[in-house]
T-cell receptor, first 113, second 112 residues
Framework: DAGVIQSPRHEVTEMGQEVTLRCKPI?????LFWYRQTMMRGLELLIY????????DSGMPEDRFSAKMPNASFSTLKIQPSEPRDSAVYFC???????????FGSGTRLTVV | QKEVEQNSGPLSVPEGAIASLNCTYS??????FFWYRQYSGKSPELIMSIYSNGDKEDGRFTAQLNKASQYVSLLIRDSQPSDSATYLC????????????FGTGTRLQVTL
C-alpha cells in the first residue's frame, strides 16, 4: 500500500493566485481529513469527509477555502485567492470508522509570497 | 472551544533518562486520548492511545490518564537520540465523533 498520497510536496505561489492541493487516501478508508499545521497554531482540522460527504467544515478559515471529494480515491483543497497568511503545511489523513490512528500523507508545504 | 494544551518545549533530557511529556485538556467528558510523534519535516504517526484512567505501557512508552484532573502524560524510558521529535497530544471530545483535536506539540531533545 502506497499510503496517503499528497501533491504537490511544495508549492510557492504569489498572493492572489489560486492553489489546489490534492490527496489520494488509502483504499478502503472511509474518512478523509484535511489539516493545516503552523508553528503558532499547531495542527488544525479544516474539514473532514465520511464516505465522500463533508461532515464538518467548521475549521475552514473563510470562503476562500473550499474542499471536494468527488470519489473515494480523490480529494482537493482549493484556496482562491491565496494570501501570505495561508502559508503552512497542509496534511491530508485518512482512516476508518472508530480508528484514530490516522495515516497522514507527507504534506504540502505552501508558501504564498 | 474544546482545547488540548501542551508546553512547546524544548524539553531536553540526557540519553538513558526518562522523558515526561504532559498534556491538559478542557473538556471533562473527553473520551479518548492519543500521542503522536512527528519528526522534523515529516508527518505525524500514532504511538500510543489511552481510553481509561491509569497507565498503559507499550515497550519504552507509558501513557498515563487522569480524567479527574484532565491531564494525560507520556513517559519515555531509556530515552534515545532517535526519540528526538515533536510529540503531539490529541483527544476525541464527546459529540465530535471521529475527529481528533491536537495540541501544538512538545519538542523533545535527547542529548548524548
Amino acid at each position: 500500500d502506497a499510503g496517503v498520497i499528497q501533491s504537490p510536496r511544495h508549492e510557492v505561489t504569489e498572493m492572489g493566485q489560486e492553489v489546489t492541493l490534492r490527496c489520494k487516501p488509502i483504499s478502503g478508508h472511509d474518512y478523509l481529513f484535511w489539516y493545516r499545521q503552523t508553528m503558532m497554531r499547531g495542527l488544525e482540522l479544516l474539514i473532514y469527509f465520511n464516505n465522500n460527504v463533508p461532515i464538518d467544515d467548521s475549521g475552514m478559515p473563510e470562503d476562500r477555502f473550499s474542499a471536494k471529494m468527488p470519489n473515494a480515491s480523490f480529494s482537493t483543497l482549493k484556496i482562491q485567492p491565496s494570501e501570505p497568511r495561508d502559508s503552512a503545511v497542509y496534511f491530508c489523513a485518512s482512516s476508518w470508522e472508530g480508528n484514530y490512528g490516522y495515516t497522514f500523507g507527507s504534506g504540502t508545504r505552501l508558501t504564498v509570497v | 472551544q474544546k482545547e488540548v494544551e501542551q508546553n512547546s518545549g524544548p524539553l531536553s533530557v540526557p540519553e538513558g533518562a526518562i522523558a515526561s511529556l504532559n498534556c491538559t485538556y478542557s473538556d471533562r467528558v473527553s473520551q479518548s486520548f492519543f500521542w503522536y510523534r512527528q519528526y522534523s519535516g515529516k508527518s505525524p504517526e500514532l504511538i500510543m492511545s489511552i481510553y481509561s484512567n491509569g497507565d498503559k505501557e507499550d515497550g519504552r512508552f507509558t501513557a498515563q490518564l487522569n480524567k479527574a484532573s484532565q491531564y494525560v502524560s507520556l513517559l519515555i524510558r531509556d530515552s534515545q537520540p532517535s526519540d528526538s521529535a515533536t510529540y503531539l497530544c490529541a483527544a476525541v471530545f464527546w459529540g465530535t465523533a471521529s475527529k481528533l483535536t491536537f495540541g501544538t506539540g512538545t519538542r523533545l531533545q535527547v542529548t548524548l
